[in-house]
């Protein structure tokens, strides 16, 4: 993030990466967001699927989720305090490209891989043959927003519910656990030899996402 910070240019990046990091939305529900999907005061995002909707078939702007499953996702403060400093432009929707036109999920492809992930490559070394930050996809945002939830103890009935989907299979391929963590849970088991804590479950704060 600090890598768009730095580059004014890639502010609109910097909203987009903010925006499908703490969401877990497709991007084609991402670019469709529109100022009536929000509620910024019950902070949540609602996506409706729109193939049924002469006023949009008319207008040319039909939103279309996999399933037609409709979703509501709560807001996280992150992502709202961005929201809260893009101006609204007169066709209604939330993101718009560099230029200031309808955004395009290959126009926000592109710019991923050209402006931000060739050149911080070289900062994130993989080995020869092996799939790393280079690698990266819009995508892996999704992974990412899906791995942090499982991470951080949120329920896969509530994950499944944000991301829209049916089939928790489907969740559980996104999920990638952090060798720290497998160790971090090792030392909260209790075999029967040291004083019962309390659930780590009930007690562990979800941390804020930062921009640094």
Partial sequence: MSHCQKTPSLEWMKNVIVGLATTGMRIGEFVSLRWSDLDLENNVIQLTDERSSKRRKQAGSVRTIKGKRGRTIPLHETFKTILKQIPMHHDGLVFH?????????????????????????????????????????LHSFRHYFVSEAFRQNVTEAQIMEWVGHKDSEMVKLYRHLRADD????MQRLNFGTAPEQPSPIMDETIPEITLA
């Fill in 182 to 185: 497998g160790h971090r849970h």
């Fill in 97 to 137: 490209g560099p230029l200031g036109g309808k955004i395009k999920p290959d126009v926000i492809r592109r710019n991923l891989i050209k402006q931000i992930l060739e050149p911080l490559s070289s900062s994130f070394p993989i080995p020869v043959g092996e799939i790393g930050f280079e690698h990266g996809r």
